[in-house]
């Protein structure tokens, strides 16, 4: 889908990120993509990406997972399962759960609070997990990868040895 993806940036520019302001909100579908290719309309049951003119929904980046929650209006009910990002637009992976979508249909945008708010702890535990590896381990231990998602958090770090099992017990 990236020429359709092009296409969309070219047309449209890039989706506005409103998720710092509030987890709720209203938006205009831009552009829906069905196997990488845009399609005018999905009915209930189909499985599309969704590009919306602007979004509270934040996209999957530097490890943390993309935000969960719904899309809806009085015609349509549409879950969107992950958020990703590709040059400047948020590409919310959707189910529709009942109506249809087509373009330029408004939607109340409504991210799933628990996931956000379990993500975002996640998010901060990892910050402070490499603050305690570097503190028990040396300044030059840096940080190789993450994922931070609402059930957990994975952090890799290069050493130069495997830390000992007392040291990772203090960590």
Do not use: W
Not at 99 to 119: H, M, P
């Amino acid at each position: 889908g990236d020429e359709a993806l092009g296409n969309i940036l070219k047309k449209h520019g890039a989706t506005s990120f409103t998720g710092y302001k509030g987890l709720i909100g209203e938006s205009s579908v831009l552009a829906i993509l069905k196997d990488g290719k845009m399609v005018d309309h999905a009915e209930e049951g189909e499985e599309v990406d969704i590009i919306l003119d602007a979004t509270p929904f934040y996209a999957e980046s530097g490890g943390q997972l993309g935000d969960k929650g719904l899309l809806f209006n009085n015609d349509a009910s549409i879950q969107v399962s992950d958020t990703k990002k590709s040059e400047g637009l948020h590409i919310h992976r959707c189910r529709v759960l009942g109506g249809a979508v087509r373009l330029d249909d408004k939607f109340q945008t409504k991210v799933d609070v628990e996931n956000r708010e379990s993500t975002v702890l996640h998010h901060s535990s990892a910050h402070l997990f490499h603050a305690a590896v570097r503190q028990l381990l040396g300044k030059h231990v840096m940080q190789a990868g993450s994922q931070v998602g609402p059930n957990a958090m994975r952090f890799d770090f290069s050493f130069e040895r495997q830390p000992t099992k007392q040291e990772l017990f203090k960590i």
